[in-house]
């Protein structure tokens, strides 16, 4: 199931980059919350996939909802978790920083997750128990000891104009860490944290398929995910944390500022 994850994020992001670039139509689901002809694509890519090769699979997907399993049988408790373009804004605006995102669960645990950079031809996988990877080769969180020294990212809620708390955790962190930066893709945040390239991630208000594939990949990679309180993450209970495991306590009291 892995290979085959991997084989169609693959696929869905040459459908994003194919027509990255060009004019597309562009609506909105919410005041800052848009969709593209691309999100639809690359879903409706997936989907097909899924449900040709896994017919008893549920799948939750951004743009479509809850797809039950094919012909209305039974499931067998497999749920696929996907988003087909995350970071849609910033693909709307011609910034090439966006993801396809893959987790696949089963009675609640993640079991393998896929993110995509099809820009720079990145993939990040994780299978349970089997660590995590970079275009094959594994991969481990950073070593930074402290926040002082630390690389962080963070994204802005689509209600960010209504959580006051958002921009006070946003300027406790400036003064606190090394850098702070906002790229607009989560999934692909979670992913350089995995990687080591990002130290440590904080965010509100996602949803189940921006951090399902992420989350996975991070804890695979020997990271550490919590919520703000350091109990346990829920992919449908934001906000999240996460961190190299090393800065996870700091981070937790800037937060508790």
């Given at each position: 199931m892995l290979n085959f994850a991997i084989q169609t994020a693959r696929d869905a992001g040459r459908i994003l980059a194919e027509r990255f670039g060009r004019s597309l139509r562009i609506s909105n689901k919410s005041e800052l919350d848009l969709v593209t002809e691309s999100d639809l694509a690359s879903e409706g890519l997936i989907i097909d996939r899924i449900k040709t090769h896994y017919p008893r699979h549920t799948i939750l997907a951004e743009e479509s909802g809850t797809n039950p399993p094919e012909s209305g049988g039974a499931h067998d408790g497999w749920r696929w978790i996907i988003d087909p373009l995350d970071g849609t804004t910033n693909y709307a605006h011609g910034y090439p920083c966006f993801c396809v995102s893959m987790g696949l669960e089963r009675?609640?645990?993640?079991?393998?997750?896929?993110?995509?950079?099809?820009?720079?031809?990145?993939?990040?996988?994780?299978?349970?128990?089997?660590?995590?990877?970079?275009?094959?080769?594994?991969?481990?969180?950073?070593?930074?000891?402290?926040l002082a020294s630390a690389l962080l990212c963070t994204g802005f809620p689509y209600d960010v104009r209504e959580r006051g708390e958002f921009a006070r955790h946003f300027s406790n962190f400036i003064m606190n860490a090394q850098g702070v930066r906002r790229d607009g893709a989560a999934a692909l945040d979670l992913a350089y944290v995995a990687a080591g390239r990002f130290d440590g991630f904080w965010e509100e208000g996602l949803k189940p398929w921006d951090v399902a594939a992420g989350v996975l990949i991070i804890e695979e990679a020997g990271g550490r995910v919590s919520d703000y309180h350091a109990g346990p993450v829920s992919i449908f209970k934001p906000p999240i944390l996460a961190s190299n495991g090393l800065i996870h306590e700091e981070m937790m009291r800037v937060l508790a500022l």
């Open positions: 009675e609640g645990r993640m079991e393998l997750g896929v993110i995509y950079d099809p820009m720079r031809d990145e993939v990040f996988t994780a299978e349970r128990g089997e660590g995590a990877a970079l275009n094959g080769k594994r991969i481990k969180v950073s070593p930074t000891p402290n």
